[in-house]
């Protein structure tokens, strides 16, 4: 059986919509300048106390390698300053070490 009606077509009214400007939504390449900045500050606090090329250079390593951990992270920005932390003082820890290591290799050496 095949039957065919005709359905009137019914339209409703028009509909407009407002379109409204987005706000601006965290960004993450807003959230790495923030991430550099803050790494930047928190690094010369370190360099303040560091004497010595080597542990200069193991302090910048140590805040490059927490700062890529931190931006695996879903808040780099909080998690960041404890990572520093954590990798600075292993930095501060291998250089004295190495230093320990130096010396005793020197008076090995001079006997």
Do not use: C, H, Y
Request: hydrophobic share 50%; no cysteine.
């Amino acid at each position: 059986m095949n039957t065919k009606r005709k359905l009137p077509a019914r339209f409703a009214p028009e509909t407009w919509f407002e379109v409204r400007p987005v706000p601006a939504a965290p960004f993450r390449a807003t959230a790495e300048t923030e991430l550099e900045r803050l790494k930047k500050r928190l690094l010369w606090d370190e360099l303040e106390l560091a004497t010595g090329a080597e542990l200069n250079a193991r302090l910048r390593r140590a805040a490059n390698e927490a700062a890529a951990l931190a931006w695996t992270t879903a808040v780099p920005l909080l998690v960041f300053p404890t990572l520093f932390e954590e990798k600075a003082r292993a930095a501060f820890t291998q250089a004295a070490r190495q230093e320990n290591i130096r010396e005793r290799s020197r008076e090995l050496l001079a006997a």
